[in-house]
């Protein structure tokens, strides 16, 4: 059960913990207080000083400190971001079995603190990691969330919008399935204002959008190095969205028995986690799209039985 302290710990302070940090500050958020830890201390250390240094003139005024696992104990969600980053021409999938591993120690020593809140996974392959992390700390699914296909999501309205001279907000349409190579837009069910937009693109169009959608991230990290803001806000949001019970429609990663993976898919997410997911009707060919990525996301799974016992 959440504490209702409003309190979160972010695990790792690279690029994409301390960009969470620096997106709640400078927002209206429900969070009132911010635990730091890192494997190097004096990272999360440095990150904590330097982010108290806005709250005198932030939105918002966060209790913000570094501390250790053991200070998971009476937090309300603990978000993890901390592994090996993704390098230019890896896919998210090469950091498999880097990740594994040093999330099962995390794991271990966060629920060792007495740790029984929620976990919202951020670390790539997240899919993959949302599952594990499931499996490593024996809580109920629905208190395992990862940051599914939210950013995915983002960029996919985001584009519609920039073709049909529309605010984003009022686009409804989702990414599916894996972070990653094998995600799919539900173009079927996509729409604006009530008008579907497969109606207004055509298939060249939407499918040039899907590919856009789709290798973004590639692209980004060509070019800088990493991702980290629009991850960041879209954290953001997601842990507003559990502290403030929004019951918000959500494609967030969460386990599924039928299947035994996670993956990302439309969900209702509140103060309890996941509430439900929704029962979306999808088209033949969606369908079959969706079980590919979760085939693909299941062969990883498969893939790292044998890497945990190494």
């Not at 710990?9 to 911010?34: D, P």
């Not at 003139?57 to 570094?66: E, Q, R, W």
Request: proline share 2%.
């Amino acid at each position: 059960m959440l504490m209702d302290n409003n309190k979160i710990m972010i695990v790792g302070t690279g690029n994409v913990g301390a960009s969470i940090a620096f997106a709640l500050i400078n927002q209206r958020t429900a969070v009132n207080e911010i635990v730091l830890t890192d494997i190097i201390a004096k990272d999360s250390e440095g990150e904590a000083m330097d982010l108290r240094d806005a709250l005198a003139v932030s939105p918002s005024y966060i209790k913000i400190t570094n501390g250790t696992y053991k200070d998971a104990k009476n937090c309300d969600v603990v978000v993890i971001t901390a592994g090996a980053a993704q390098k230019p021409g890896e896919t998210r999938m090469d950091l498999l079995k880097k990740n594994v591993n040093i999330l099962k120690g995390m794991v271990e020593q966060i629920m060792s603190s007495g740790f029984n809140g929620i976990f919202l996974v951020v670390t790539n392959p997240m899919d993959v990691l949302t599952y594990y992390t499931y499996k490593f700390s024996g809580l109920p699914a629905e208190r395992v969330i990862g940051s599914g296909t939210v950013l995915d999501s983002a960029r996919l309205r985001t584009r519609i919008a920039n073709y049909l001279n529309v605010n984003p907000k009022s686009v409804h349409a989702h990414q599916i399935g894996e972070h990653g190579d094998t995600e799919l837009t539900l173009w079927s069910l996509a729409d604006i204002g009530g008008q579907n937009i497969t109606d207004l693109l055509d298939s060249k169009t939407r499918k040039s959008i899907s590919d856009f959608v789709r290798n973004e991230a590639y692209d980004i990290i060509d070019k800088k190095g990493y991702t980290c803001y629009g991850i960041a806000t879209c954290v953001a949001q997601i842990l507003n969205c559990i502290l403030n019970d929004e019951m918000r429609v959500l494609p967030v990663s969460s386990y599924d028995y039928y299947s035994d993976t996670s993956f990302g898919f439309p969900s209702v997410v509140g103060r309890a986690g996941i509430i439900r997911r929704l029962d979306l009707k999808l088209s033949e060919k969606e369908g079959v799209s969706l079980q590919k990525s979760i085939n693909a996301i299941k062969k990883a799974i498969d893939s790292t039985k044998s890497i945990l016992h190494e």
